[in-house]
């Protein structure tokens, strides 16, 4: 049986992502005390960006120059770049800020 595959890749859908990454963006925002301007400036050794990154990446279906453009990242390998380094880490030798936003 065919079905109407319009509605699954319609503008109702992309709103809602986008709708639920801006939520995860303001919760960051509010978890790392930052402003809108303070989220896209980068800080060398600072693995909150990526955290957030990493978050939108595997809860929406935004894409990763999206995820760049909001958090200041350059390019969209960049951002594929900075996750992957960030998923290796382990968990215990992250920030207790870091720690805490990968259990929300």
């Given at each position: 049986?065919?079905?109407?595959?319009?509605?699954?890749?319609?503008?109702?859908?992309?709103?809602?992502?986008?709708?639920?990454?801006?939520?995860i963006l303001k919760a960051a925002?509010?978890?790392?005390?930052?402003?809108?301007?303070?989220?896209?400036?980068?800080?060398?050794?600072?693995?909150?960006?990526?955290?957030i990154a990493a978050r939108l990446?595997?809860?929406?279906?935004?894409?990763?120059?999206?995820?760049?453009?909001?958090?200041?990242?350059?390019?969209?390998?960049?951002?594929?770049?900075?996750?992957?380094?960030?998923?290796?880490?382990?968990?215990?030798?992250?920030?207790?800020?870091?720690?805490?936003?990968?259990?929300?």
């Open positions: 049986r065919k079905g109407n595959r319009v509605y699954q890749s319609g503008s109702l859908l992309k709103d809602h992502a986008e709708n639920s990454a801006r939520l925002r509010e978890h790392f005390g930052l402003s809108e301007a303070g989220l896209k400036k980068p800080v060398r050794g600072d693995y909150s960006r990526a955290a990446h595997g809860e929406t279906t935004m894409s990763q120059s999206w995820i760049a453009e909001q958090l200041g990242m350059k390019s969209a390998a960049n951002v594929s770049r900075q996750i992957q380094v960030f998923r290796s880490k382990e968990t215990r030798k992250l920030p207790k800020k870091i720690r805490e936003w990968m259990k929300i």
